[in-house]
């Protein structure tokens, strides 16, 4: 009977130990998630303006992260992702839960792409189609909903587009 109180109290630390475990790994996760300031961005299209409460992704960091891991978003936010220099750039879905529309724009704020409806955790590429200096991820269904549309504008204050 000793033995097997003895191999219970065993079992018992194990899984205690393996718990504790796979806690500190998930807080060591959450730990390392960046954090992002925020900025009020318009984007005209079709002679409306139309404002979102976007955060911002402006290091390496914060690019890589993006989205991911978020369970939603409100319908009047958005992440703006403004890079350095104006080149050719892809985005993925990898660990990003809301389906997406992206709109990738270039240093005078002009939309040159969307992409709509992205399927959440896909790997796919993808692409720019061109130079652009950020990109603005709303909410999917949006860019239809509002009628935004290739050749609207972008207002923001990270962009140095206030015109």
Do not use: C
């Not at 350095?84 to 709109?103: G, Q, S, V, Y």
């Amino acid at each position: 009977m000793n033995r097997f109180f003895v191999l219970i109290a065993i079992l018992t630390g194990v899984l205690w130990i393996s718990l504790s475990t796979v806690q500190g790994l998930s807080a060591q996760r959450i730990n390392k998630l960046v954090t992002f300031g925020r900025e009020m961005v318009t984007i005209r299209s079709g002679g409306k303006a139309h404002k979102f409460l976007v955060e911002l992704a402006l290091s390496k960091r914060q690019h890589a992260q993006g989205l991911m891991f978020r369970r939603r978003m409100a319908p009047d936010a958005g992440m703006l992702f403004v890079y350095r220099r104006e080149e050719p750039t892809a985005m993925w879905m990898k660990n990003t839960f809301i389906p997406l529309d992206m709109l990738f724009i270039a240093r005078d704020g002009t939309v040159r792409r969307i992409e709509e409806r992205t399927v959440p955790m896909s790997e796919a590429v993808i692409s720019s189609g061109g130079p652009v200096v950020a990109v603005l991820e709303l909410n999917a269904g949006t860019a239809s909903r509002l009628g935004l549309r290739p050749g609207g504008k972008v207002v923001s204050t990270s962009l140095g587009t206030l015109r």
